[in-house]
């Protein structure tokens, strides 16, 4: 799977911008320290932009830190896009998440309800200032992301390898996931199709933590009998704990209508590929 546009990516360094440099031939790399100038210079006889830049947001929100969260993804995307809208640039593709849509309900992108919190509100504003692009215009809604090398699954193997693995509080709170290799397949399509739009970035067949827990335990031939209180999860990451804890059934309806094929749509093929 290997593309011949000419791509330029924002936020590179991460776990899926790292992916992603693999994947195309022709990679410029945009840093949030470029100024107009130097960004104008980069995106000469570029075909598309893919904008994954901010901090990282699994982290304790301080006051202090939304404002990092905040900067780095709605000024990053409005100074990216005002440049894009006087290149040549034929094709944006910007990112959101999940964490937009209300708890605890079944929800495809034709939900217009989002969830009142902060990393709502964030993935709203962040959305608005992409769409601000008068270029063709895709937003992945990423959800919990599965790979080896980053995201959520690194921090969880080494305690089901030693068998310390179990559901978070009573396991039934939803978790709407991608493996890696469907994500980059998924930036693949929507770049050969050029098609615009809201799509949520999450396989066709969530999974309630409880599930996910004993997938994982039985991926890796350990017990999964220690559970994670959710007060726990709390003290560590207090409001942030809402990443870990919300309950998000999601579906990816809008690629899925367009013919997108995922290789992993299921979360045993998924880990049992991406551990094994």
């Known amino acids: ?13 991460g776990f899926i911008g790292k992916h992603l440099q693999h994947i195309f031939k022709d990679v410029v790399i945009l840093y949030r ?4 100038e130097v960004l104008t210079k980069k995106l000469e006889d570029m075909d598309v932009v893919i904008n994954l830049s901010g901090a990282p947001i699994v982290k304790r929100w ?7 969260l905040y900067d780095s993804r709605i000024d990053t995307t409005r100074k990216l896009v005002s440049v894009i809208n006087k290149s ?66 690194v921090k969880m193997l080494l305690p089901f390898k030693l068998g310390l693995g179990g559901s978070i509080g009573d396991g039934k709170m939803m978790t709407s996931w991608i493996a ?9 399509f929507l770049i050969d199709n050029k098609v615009e739009g809201i799509f949520n970035a999450v396989a066709p067949h969530p ?19 220690v559970p994670l209180p959710l007060f ?38 998924a880990l049992e590929h991406i551990i094994h």
Not at 180 to 188: E, H, N, R, T
């Open 1 to 13: 799977m290997i593309s011949n546009s000419k791509i330029a990516i924002a936020g590179a360094s």
């Open 180 to 188: 890696i290799s469907d994500l980059l397949k998924m930036y693949q």
């Open 33 to 36: 320290s470029d100024n107009l």
């Open 207 to 225: 999974v309630n933590n409880e599930i996910f827990t004993k997938i994982l335990g039985k991926v890796l031939h350990r017990p999964t009998i």
């Open 232 to 269: 726990i999860l709390k003290i560590i990451y207090g409001e942030a704990s809402c990443i870990l804890i919300d309950s998000k059934e999601i579906y990816p309806k809008r690629v899925l209508e367009l013919g997108f094929d995922f290789e992993y749509p299921t979360l045993y093929d």
């Open 62 to 68: 301080s006051e202090r830190y939304k404002k990092v």
């Open 88 to 153: 040549d640039v034929s094709y944006f593709i910007s990112t959101s998440a999940i964490g937009i849509y209300p708890n605890d309900r079944a929800h495809d992108e034709s939900c217009t309800e989002y969830k009142d919190d902060f990393l709502a509100s964030l993935c709203v504003d962040w959305e608005a200032e992409a769409l601000q692009c008068q270029k063709p215009t895709a937003i992945l809604r990423f959800g919990v992301v599965l790979g080896k090398e980053g995201g959520g699954l």
